[in-house]
Structure formats: structure tokens, C-alpha cells
């Protein structure tokens, strides 16, 4: 199996060990020497949120996404999105559908829940509840300052809060490109904002059409940034659970990409493929050390 022992890193004042299979060593050396020589100024991360920046069991419950995670305060509303998800969640997973079609698909299922979320009368304030009452958390390591482009067929403003509760900290470096909310004045959902982003097409059109249809890429810390400045970084540190998390990087045209999977579950049928798709793979919803400790090496003056 080729897995290499990482650790023990330390985490917090505990120390443990990591597991992490890296299937060709050699090509990660030759990545992580070439974004180490062009610099800082031109690397970035692109990160996928659910289960990738947040945890795959939350104190022993599956950790909840951003959707999963919002209760309208019209329960029949929650209800029915909970309808669409036990019909098309099953279609996402279905090897037997082909991408076409499924694309289409979740086309109708992220449709729909957007609809109802504006048709069932969100506000703000059950976002706010909705994430503190919700069952989420980050991996151990996230708050480390590491410049973060997220990417998400979640919801933005979800994202959002979900950062200013559980970390308790403004993010300079933070951009979320997502679904986003449109309020009004008394903080009532009116629309969505930009290109739907849905579990399928997380790759250049999607990041191109938000970026571009979207004001900006988000006012975290109120900091706007534009597409160009996101497009000028050409080496990228891309982190994802899933393997079209893949395509992130897709509308970057970038120059040297390292890929970091975290296989959260189901190991044994799934770790021949993101061995093969990811550069490192993270075993058992790892924390975000080994991550945090590869930005180091790579930018720190006093490592090879
Ligand atoms: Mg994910």
C-alpha cells in the first residue's frame, strides 16, 4: 500500500501521527520545489469547504454541510428540501449515470433548493442559529493564517458565518466563491447571486462565471478581491474530499498544481483512485496539520 507515516506533528498540545498516502514522491519533490522557486507571490490555495476544511465526523455525529446545516424557520420548507435530497442525493452517487445527465440533474436538485429557500422566507438571522446550533467544525489547523480561495457548491453566506462563529476571527485572506444570498433591508432572502455552482461543475466555467457575475469573491474582513488577482497565482496548493474537486483548479491555466485529498470514509474502494488523481491523501478525516506543515516547507527559508 505505500503509506507513509507523517507525524508525530504537533496539534495543539497533543501530538499524533497522520496518516498520508503519497503515491509518486518524486513528482511531489520536483511540484514543491518549483512553487517554492517562483515564491509566495504566485501561489494560492483553492479549497473545497464540506469535508474538506470542515470535519468528517463532528464528536462522533457525521459533520453537517452547509446545506444540510440550515433549518428555515418554516419547517415544511425543510421538510421538502430534505424530499430532494433523498431523491437526487442517491442520482450524485450513481455510477451508472452519465455525466450528461447527471450534470442536468443537479442542475434541477441545487434549482429547487434554491427556490425553496427563497420561497419558504430565509432571513439572515436563521443562517445565524442555523450555524450555531448546527452540528460543524472546522479540522484542527484551519485557523493557521493560509490564504484560502474557497470553492463551493455550498452557500456562500453560510460559509461565512460559519467562519466568523467557529473561528472568532476576521480572514484577510479568505475569498469564497459560492452560492450567494441576496437580502433585503430586513434581512430577507430575496434571490441568488451569479452562476449556480452545483457538485458537478466546480471547474473553469463555474469559476469564471462567479467570479465574473459575482461583485467580488467575497468581503470577508471586508476585503474585495477581483478574478485577475485570483488568476495571476498560477501554482497552486488545491485541498478537496471529493475527486471532482479536482477540476478547481481547472480555470487557472496553472503552472505547477499539488493536489491534497482527504478520503474521509470508505477507504478501500476509493484510495486506488485519489492516489492516482491526488498528490497526498489524507487518511480518516485528518487534521490540517500536514497541510499547514507542507505551506511551511514550502515558504519557509530555513527548510530544503
Ligand atoms: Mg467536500
Not at 507515516?5 to 498540545?13: C, K, Q
Not at 452545483?198 to 457575475?213: I, V, Y
Not at 469573491?217 to 485541498?239: C, F, H, P, W, Y
Request: proline share 3%; hydrophobic share 35%; aromatic share 8%.
Amino acid at each position: 500500500m505505500n503509506q507513509s507515516e507523517i507525524g508525530p506533528i504537533v496539534n495543539g498540545s497533543k501530538c499524533c501521527s497522520t496518516k498520508a498516502v503519497v503515491d509518486d514522491p518524486d513528482s511531489l519533490h520536483r511540484k514543491k520545489t518549483a512553487i517554492r522557486l517562483a515564491g509566495p507571490s504566485k501561489f494560492q490555495v483553492i479549497a473545497d469547504f464540506d469535508n474538506t476544511l470542515t470535519k468528517y465526523w463532528v464528536d462522533g455525529c457525521r459533520g453537517q454541510s452547509s446545506h444540510a446545516l440550515l433549518q428555515q424557520e418554516n419547517p415544511e420548507y425543510n421538510a421538502k428540501r430534505d424530499e430532494l435530497f433523498n431523491y437526487y442525493h442517491p442520482i450524485e452517487y450513481d455510477p451508472n449515470i452519465p455525466v450528461d445527465e447527471k450534470t442536468k440533474l443537479m442542475e434541477e436538485w441545487w434549482g429547487k433548493t434554491h427556490g425553496l429557500l427563497i420561497e419558504g422566507g430565509l432571513t439572515y438571522d436563521a443562517i445565524r442559529s442555523s450555524v450555531a446550533s448546527g452540528v460543524i467544525a472546522f479540522r484542527e489547523g484551519v485557523e493557521r493564517d493560509i490564504p484560502v480561495l474557497i470553492f463551493s457548491a455550498g452557500l456562500a453566506d453560510i460559509i461565512e458565518e460559519v467562519l466568523r462563529q467557529k473561528l472568532h476571527r476576521t480572514f484577510k485572506n479568505v475569498k469564497i466563491v459560492s452560492n450567494r444570498m441576496k437580502f433585503d433591508q430586513n434581512g430577507n432572502l430575496v434571490s441568488f447571486t451569479g452562476k449556480l455552482i452545483h457538485s458537478l461543475n466546480k471547474n473553469e466555467h463555474a469559476l469564471d462565471m462567479a467570479a465574473s457575475l459575482h461583485d467580488h469573491l467575497g468581503e470577508v474582513d471586508d476585503q474585495i478581491i477581483d478574478s485577475a488577482s485570483v488568476k495571476k497565482r498560477t501554482n497552486v496548493l488545491l485541498l478537496g474530499d471529493h475527486m471532482g474537486d479536482l477540476r478547481m483548479s481547472d480555470g487557472l491555466n496553472y503552472e505547477t498544481r499539488i493536489s491534497v485529498g482527504f478520503l474521509n470514509h470508505n477507504i478501500e474502494n476509493s484510495l486506488d483512485s485519489y492516489r492516482k488523481g491526488f498528490d497526498i491523501v489524507y487518511l480518516d478525516d485528518a487534521p490540517m496539520s500536514g497541510v499547514v506543515k507542507l505551506v511551511s516547507e514550502l515558504f519557509s527559508p530555513a527548510t530544503d
